[in-house]
Structures are given as C-alpha cells and as structure tokens.
C-alpha cells in the first residue's frame, strides 16, 4: 500500500508530461521572412510569411526599442493578417520587433529579432534602387498613376460639359432675339396700314355747297 501514492504521482507526471509534449508538438512554427516596410518618421508596417502546413487563427508582435526603455506587445486572434502596421514610434529611433504565430494549441516561438530605425520628419523613401522594387513603392507610384489618370479624366469631362452649355447659351439668345423681333412687329401701330380718314359730309355735301344759288326775275 506504501507504493501507490508513488504510482499515483508517476501516472500524474506522466499524463501532465504527455499533455506537454502534445501542446508543444502542436504549436505553430515561427513566422520567416520578418521583414520591415514603409518605413516613416512615426509608423512602420511589419510583414511576414508562415509555414506551410501551419493552421494559424491569430499573430502576437513584440516591439521594444533597442535601449529597452519602452515596450509594446500586440497581439491579434481571429485574423489572417500578415501584416501590421506600427504606430506611435518616435523619429529618427531604433527598433526591434519579434513576431509569433498563434494556432488553436498555442503560440509559437518568437522570430528571429528583427532591427529597424525609423525616418526624420524631413525624411523621405531613400532614392536607392532596392526600394524602386519595393511593393509599398510600386503601389504607391500606381496609385500617383491612378490619380493623374482620374484628373484627366474629370478635366475632359468638365470642359465637354462647359462647351455643351456655352452651345445651349448661345442657342437661347438666338431664340430669344427672333422672340423679341415677333413681338415688336406685332405691337407696330393699325394706322400706318389704313386709309386716310375721309372728310366728314362726303363728296355730295361738297357739291352741294359748291353749286351757286339761281335768283328768278319775273318780267
């Protein structure tokens, strides 16, 4: 009887170091291909890549400046995201970030440290010919494309429009004229198309006071 609570305790060790084993041998491998973009005085955007065959439902970001003196974990489940955006970091400062993977049995181990340093205020993306390769890069530029293209377009239209209305302008007024000119022809006085009045009494009455008077003299 004296050896079963030590059966007991090995079976319990034993189970407890089986779960373990389990829980760790199900954990997600670490992210590769940790990598730094759009680099600016105040943000950066974090990517990375994930093994295949890893069933991953979340990721957890460590972010530390290289002097320690601050220190930020994110951590975000319920996404596929492989990407994050940083921000609230100070300019002209160095940075060290480790990404995990997070699957339905845990976490993964940290990434290999990854260092950047953000960009001054009056900083821009470096002119080198590594970043004219840089996807952030080539969208942006396509997206400075795009806008061109979208002001040209708006510009046509509105001088199209501006020719359509100075044409219906100029339209109305011709209309308007020959509106104006019709009224004016009917509003001319009647009497400059009628016969002179005739004088009153008529051409009898003038006979009349025209003929001489007859005097009869009896002998």
Request: glycine share 4%.
């Amino acid at each position: 009887m004296a050896c079963l609570p030590i059966y007991l305790n090995s079976a319990v060790f034993m189970l407890f170091g089986w779960d373990a084993w389990f829980v760790t041998a199900n954990r997600p491998r670490s992210p590769v291909n940790v990598t730094v973009t759009q680099l600016k005085a105040d943000s950066a955007t974090v990517s990375w890549d994930i093994p295949e065959g890893d069933v991953i439902i979340g990721y957890a970001i460590s972010q530390q400046r290289q002097d320690g003196q601050m220190q930020r974990f994110i951590r975000e489940v319920n996404t596929t995201n492989r990407a994050c955006v940083l921000w609230d970091l100070e300019e002209d400062t160095d940075y060290i970030i480790q990404v995990q993977s997070i699957g339905f049995h845990g976490e993964s181990q940290a990434s290999k440290r990854v260092h950047f340093r953000t960009l001054k205020e009056t900083d821009r993306f470096p002119s080198n010919s590594s970043n004219q390769d840089d996807p952030t890069v080539q969208g942006l530029n396509k997206y400075r494309q795009l806008q061109t293209g979208e002001l040209m377009i708006i510009v046509v239209v509105l001088v199209m429009w501006a020719a359509v209305i100075a044409l219906f302008c100029r339209q109305y007024d011709i209309i308007k004229d020959n509106d104006s000119n019709n009224n004016k022809e009917k509003a001319k006085p009647s009497s400059e198309h009628s016969t002179p009045e005739r004088p009153s009494g008529g051409i009898l009455r003038s006979k009349f006071q025209k003929t001489p008077s007859i005097n009869i003299i009896e002998v």
